[in-house]
């Protein structure tokens, strides 16, 4: 069974270091829900487990193994993933980075991550370090890392894994977009203050919990009032809408409307027009960006997404 979905990830153009790592982890040993073994090397979603409170994963092998493979996984990496589940994908990955490397695992549900502990321990898995936490604040005591990779849907990348990553590190993470309800899956690339990279498929993961899946009530939470300033008209506004979710990592919604939350001002996005109040640079120079673009959604576009700075959009050739 392990051998037939070698060769399935192997007609997915994955590597053989990284298709070689699922034969030699037992994807059943991660399962408490049991399956007949004829479904457990299937390339499907497998519930992992679920108590009626709690539920976990363990996600299509193909799919895992494509974040690895676009991630760069090597030998002797330091990878940082969220979202553990049970623990499978990082037991794959330990076997990728070698005894050199090392996997930290984060999980947020602490019953779920006790299983993970003593999966890691009954098989003897050393170079996996198993944390129960909520995973938007990363693992910083042992940062940096090369790889910051994303198992669980999220609604943001925070500052805090940006600060873990090193420079030239990669981020492969599905974000939930929270005005279509997509989840698509993006790489990033750390260069200097931004996190630059693209769109480069659909995902449908568990939706993280604690602060990785809380940003519109976070951000609710900063609304004040400003006076009135202008109102624009906007074609395309909810592709403009998703790409302000992507890069500003500010928005919420009261009563069904979204609202840019920025220091100096709010910005109200109605059917086909945006109405600014008191000031927002940020908005505006996106808009004027997203304008020489052509009005391009974010699966056409490379994204620069800033920490500290004002992010920026770019246009594909």
Not at 38 to 44: N, T
Not at 167 to 187: C, H, T, W, Y
Not at 242 to 270: A, K, M, P, W
Request: proline fraction near 3%; charge should be negative.
């Amino acid at each position: 069974m392990k051998e037939r979905l070698f060769w399935i990830l192997k007609n997915y153009g994955i590597s053989d270091r990284i298709a070689k790592a699922f034969l030699e982890i037992p994807r059943e040993g991660f399962l408490v829900k049991r399956y007949p073994s004829s479904y457990v090397y299937e390339d499907i979603v497998l519930v992992s487990y679920d108590d009626g409170e709690v539920y976990s994963t363990s996600s299509q092998p193909s799919l895992m193994a494509m974040f690895m493979e676009w991630a760069g996984l090597d030998e002797g990496m330091k990878v940082l993933e969220i979202g553990g589940g049970t623990g499978y994908n990082a037991a794959v990955m330990s076997r990728v980075v070698g005894k050199k490397g090392l996997v930290v695992t984060i999980e947020y549900f602490e019953k779920v991550c006790r299983i993970a502990q003593e999966n890691m321990r009954r098989l003897g898995i050393e170079n996996v370090v198993v944390v129960c936490g909520d995973g938007y604040y990363g693992v910083s005591d042992l940062a940096p890392y090369d790889v910051i990779l994303a198992t669980v849907g999220v609604d943001e990348v925070p500052e805090h894994w940006f600060r873990q990553l090193k420079d030239g590190g990669r981020v492969i993470v599905p974000i939930n977009m929270k005005l279509s309800e997509r989840q698509p899956a993006f790489l990033f690339v750390k260069k200097g203050n931004y996190l630059e990279g693209g769109y480069k498929l659909e995902t449908r993961f568990i939706k993280a919990g604690g602060n990785l899946g809380n940003l519109l009530e976070r951000n609710r939470k900063l609304l004040k009032d400003f006076p009135f300033r202008k109102a624009i008209q906007v074609p395309r506004l909810h592709v403009f809408v998703e790409l302000v979710d992507l890069l500003t990592r500010r928005l919420t919604r009261v009563n069904g409307i979204f609202y840019y939350v920025g220091s100096e001002g709010v910005v109200e996005f109605l059917d086909d027009e945006m109405r600014i109040y008191g000031d927002a640079p940020e908005i505006e120079s996106l808009l004027f960006q997203w304008e020489e673009c052509g009005y391009r959604s974010f699966e056409h576009l490379v994204l620069h997404i800033g920490y500290n700075v004002l992010s920026h959009i770019s246009c594909t050739i």
